[in-house]
């Protein structure tokens, strides 16, 4: 029976890893901002994967995030965002950063 305006499931397996695919891309970016010593560019790229990875686990049911669901859904989003917190704080206060009246 031929299903009209609906996927099948088994259509499009792939699909279900573009999410996790695109905050590895962000990572990958990061890292090659890192390594050309600017690295609180990259620590805050890395915050942005976080974020972002965090607002994809929350908009995206779950049979659609992928490598994103790690455990439940409230505790995935909390752990993305605490952790992006986390990264972007150390970034934008460590000595020396855009925001050190010494400069």
């Keep these: 029976m031929a299903m009209t305006g609906q996927r ?3 259509d499009r397996p792939w699909l279900v890893h573009v999410p996790f695919a695109m905050i590895m891309l ?3 970016v990061a ?3 890192a390594f050309q010593y600017h690295w609180r560019e990259g620590a805050v790229l890395v915050a942005v994967a976080l974020f ?3 607002a994809l686990r929350a908009v995206l049911p779950e049979e659609r995030a992928g490598l994103l669901a790690i455990r439940g859904k409230v505790v ?3 752990t993305y965002g605490a952790l992006c917190a986390a ?3 150390i970034s934008l206060t460590i000595v020396g950063g855009p925001f ?3 400069s």
Excluded: N, T
């Design 100 to 102: 050190d009246a010494s």
């Design 76 to 78: 995935d989003i909390l």
């Design 52 to 54: 972002v990875g965090g």
């Design 87 to 89: 990264v972007l704080y």
């Design 26 to 28: 962000l990572l990958a």
């Design 8 to 10: 099948q499931r088994g």
């Design 31 to 33: 890292v090659v901002r």
